[in-house]
């Protein structure tokens, strides 16, 4: 079973998300911002990770940046998940690393459908 890690500071979103992609078959796991999912990480490598952009501590971009230019995790596909769903956003985040940029609020099978591709390509 593939395993996501899901960064999301907003509680409803990050239940939701978590939720969501559970359903979809997926082992799901969440941290509250980048700091604790490279914690996370440094004990256990997801084979993806759903992030939001904009939270305390250290942000998506930054998190995308760090697990994009470490050789243990650089192979791990990226999924920004965010409210700043401007074309500069998309582009500012997919020059960090991102897989895939997808802007909230999204349709549910846009989000599933864009991480299980990530995941095939794995």
Do not use: H
Request: with cysteine; proline share 7%; net charge negative.
């Amino acid at each position: 079973m593939n395993k996501v890690l899901v960064v999301e500071d907003s509680p409803p979103q990050r239940e939701m998300i978590t939720a969501l992609l559970r359903d979809s078959g997926l082992s799901v796991s969440a941290a509250i911002d980048g700091v604790e999912a490279l914690e996370q990480i440094s004990g256990s490598c997801p084979d993806l990770v759903v992030l939001d952009i904009v939270m305390p501590r250290m942000n998506g971009y930054e998190l995308c940046r760090r697990l994009k230019t470490d050789p243990k995790t650089q192979e791990v596909p990226v999924v920004m998940c965010s409210t700043k769903g401007e074309e500069f956003d998309r582009y500012w985040g997919m020059r960090q690393g991102a897989d895939a940029y997808i802007a909230k609020p999204f349709q549910p099978q846009e989000l599933v459908g864009t991480v299980k591709q990530l995941l095939r390509k794995t």
